[in-house]
RNA sequence: GCAUGGAUAGCUCAGCGGUAGAGCGGCUCGUUUACACCGAGUUGGUCGGGGGUUCGAAUCCCUCUCCGUGCACCA
């Protein structure tokens, strides 16, 4: 006992075994008859907060003391909480409140995100339904940037406010923000250093174009949708062959001004003597050019009519068949989606889907429609503004992805690990088609692109291509001046005058034309606010562009642990342990962070990445506001207790798989946490009886079944937590505790709790404290709150050292199953089990027995026991059968027609005076003795076939011979019973 | 089209080569001094269809159907 009581890691285990109750029982505080969750978990949370006790310190992680972080998945910072978060947050808080029981350093460090479209959508709307403007503009880009942070300010704090509700365990004095000016500060360092890399340009390319938020869209930010449209067949005449038409078919007449070419397959014996020839383009009709027919490899001449359509502007294919053949580009539409002069008076002005409509009738008007058929197509929409997207010609920033080989070796290899591990299939599929990613967002609210420009005009070119006005912004190491006819450079200058500009971290860039070589734009790159500031003065202009959201929170990791600093933080919490997200951002995010950790740190961010499942309605719909199908969360924690919320979700939150949510499972959770509180009630109410001394002796069978159930529950929930199986963890947890410790160990417990024997009375509520001791540590991931008014008021944190539990179940150790030794030392052997179980079993035939003659009262009962039983055990068997009296008799001799079953522990009979229904317990015997019988003619099959018994291995042959003889044996009895029934 | 996950009791799911399971629900009892947010009992399934491998298949293989997801995408 000595030695167990001395380790450390043992925690309060072991000395609850009887020695400390009498010192427990005086400071434990009365629980009230219900349990109040809103005022206690108020009242946790606030005192957590008080004790600090979410703050790392990372001068106290050690190799005894190893370090645990997590960052949270950034929140919009205008964003209330959904179920998703719940989810999402429940489950770093598990791991985290696991990881300081197991003694780590635990950093949780949180934050929100600036959302840039999402954000700035919000607060224009609302300001447009206020009435205070009609468009952006009547504010102004520095007007609107001020109204979001005043917006951000008001509303920025709701979801953190919810996530303390939920009992998250941030480290709330480490929150970050996107737009923190340290975080600005980091990715524009980030953009200068890829620009100076090279794997930043700024190109005019196509992009996907949203026309309602009016910026470009990075390939991520488009979903395809299946749409169902029309297919117009409009015909064409060969100019140089009069009489001969070309069918086309296009889903888009109104772009048809915008075409510049028809193509055909060169291969395709149909059509390939036309290329060259021309077409006369419908529409406009003011304009009907004529468009050559090029051959071009792309056409698949099977599709359609095999003839198709070049609209340059407006489709990408079509762009780069447009930049092979060298056509002309025409863009007929503006930006937000209306059609521009260049499609022609009829089209000129209208909105893009009006003009369809229009366009297919005026191509009916002048008698070149052939046909129009339903048509399901996909087309792009916009994600967050849910729109077609256009494809649209535009000035663009681009990053080429840096470190794309090292991250997608370490998710093959093994180093990073992804639960469930098929999301590294689909991080691989991802990583492998890479196309650059456009950074750039027409947008205010958000990081604006570190880029200023000026353009100069240039005097002395050939004697190194500058004149006074250059040189006085750039000077020295040109290493890079253009030999070779390319007309870009970069340089980057140790020392610029005029002396404003400390250009050691700006970086400039010339481009010119290369034709006259007169004009140079100088392009500057800072993150410095300094360098910024005197580049405006000195007449720069900065890009009005600002960056992608995801080209910030990309950082995450790192830029919030102080990065470029080697912060102590970055030091000791990085690389993060866990990262837990849905896999709906996993390119959005999750690969995205993967890159620049490894660009920046030279590692990767995390080492463990846990993919939620995405909560959905009982028909198995996505939660969305349209529908109305998202329960709020703080209603749910309203009625049912944060707790309750919890352990809801994590019970129905299967790894892997989608979550059906059912308000359901949050009242079973409530109604768990009740349980909780009326066990710790009951072991309250044994309040004085209590021994010094524990005797190993005195440990009943039921003691040792309920403590090697107890060391199975912990060994599952252990094993289930590492594996990251939380729905797991959770069952679990609900069948020991429910099935097991109320069901089963509680009720036989009173056989000695309401008896007379002291020592032995002690002795049960010992062992009763090591389950509830334990339990709670157990629970207390999943359950914080009531885990630790249960703590407190049951006064297991008396015991405790302070940093161990005594001032919070957070820091109790968490538990352990009992060793070999420890269960030499109390006498428990694994058979034990077998001996309660058996008990049980007998109990159950017995209530059953009791069910089949609907008795509900006390009634007596007779068992003609096989082997001798101990007076305790038939005590047991006495209560939980609610038999009075239980006679134990070996000689019994029963009445004809008495109920009876065989049980483990032998026969026992209901002897039923003067109320036997004879033919009803021949019915039930007859029916017990058919099912008996099949499956001993099913056993007796298979050990009769050659076949079976040849092949198959001896311990499968045992089992079976086993089943058998206890078949038989049981069918032999039920034959005798139903005899002496008539 | 290419990947990928799923289909087991009314519902949600576990089991993944050797007697089909759990929770919830349903039904029937029950005011036993922790708990009716409770207790006891009980009812539910040719494991999506069809082939195959095996002594033996919900479990392994093939194939089909249906749902979900990702990527690509043709007018």
Redesign the pocket.
Known sequence: MENLESDPERGVAFRQFAPTLCVLFPIMSELS??YTPAEVEERWYAQWIADGAFTADPSRVSDKRPAYSVVIPPPNVTGILTLGHVLNNTIQDILCRRARMLGKEVLWLPGTDHAGIATQNVVEKNLKKQGAIKHRDDLGREGLVEKIWEWKEKHGGIIIQQLKKLGASCDWSRERFTMDPEYSRCVQRVFVDLYKKGQIYRGKRMVNWCPSSLTALS??EV??KPQNGT?YHFKVEVIEEPGTWLE?????PEVIPGDTAI?VNPKDPRYAHLIGKHVRRPLPLENQAELPIVGDE?????????V??VTPAH???DFEIAQRHSLPVIDVMNPNGILNELAGKDLGGMERFAARKRAAELLTEIGSMVKEELYQ????YSERADVPIEHRLSEQWFLKYPSVQPSQEVVAKGDMRFFPD?WA??YD??MG?L?DWCISRQLWWGHRVPVWTKTITILRFAELGLNEDATAHLTNDFNDWPKDGRNTTSLSLSATTPSELQTKKTFFRLDWDGESREQVIVSALTDCADEAAALNQAGFTQDPDVLDTWFSSWLWPFATMGWPNETADLKAFYPTTDLVTG??II?FWVARMIMAGYEYMGELPFKNVYFTG?IRD?Q?R?MSKSLGNSPDPLELIASYSADALRFGIMR?A???????F?E?NV??G??F???LW??C??RQ?QGGEVESEVNPALLSSDDKWILLRLNTAINEVTTALEEYRF??AT?TL??FF??EY??WY??AS?AVL?GTDDKRKANTVAVIDFVLGHTLRLFHPFLPFITEELWHGMGFNADMPENQGGKSIMFAPWPKPMDADEQAYFGILPEDEKTANDKYET??LG??L???F?I?K?VRFVLKPTTELPAHEIEVIRILL?AEPLDVDAAFAAKKGTPAVLTPLGELFLPLDGIIDVEAERTRVAKELAKVDT?LA??KA?LA?E??TS???QK?LD??KH?ES?WSAQFEKLKVMLEALG
């Open positions: 008859k219900t390939d991520e979903t395809m297919m086309i078919a296009t889903t888009r193509a792309h056409v698949d001449f099977t599709f359609g009519t095999g198709l359509k489709d990408k294919a197509n996909n087309v792009g098929r299939k689909v599929h991802w088609g196309q896999p709906d390119f995405i009982k198995g996505k129905s299967p790894l892997g798989q989608d979550i059906a059912d359901k009242e079973l409530r109604n946490c009740t349980k009326n066990a009630r009951f109410m729905s797991d069952s609900y069948r429910w099935s109320c069901d509680v009720e009173k309401q109990v159950n209530r059953g009791k069910s089949t609907n509900s006390k609610n499956e099913k056993v298979k076939d076949n079976f092949k198959v291995p499968v089992e079976h089943r206890d």
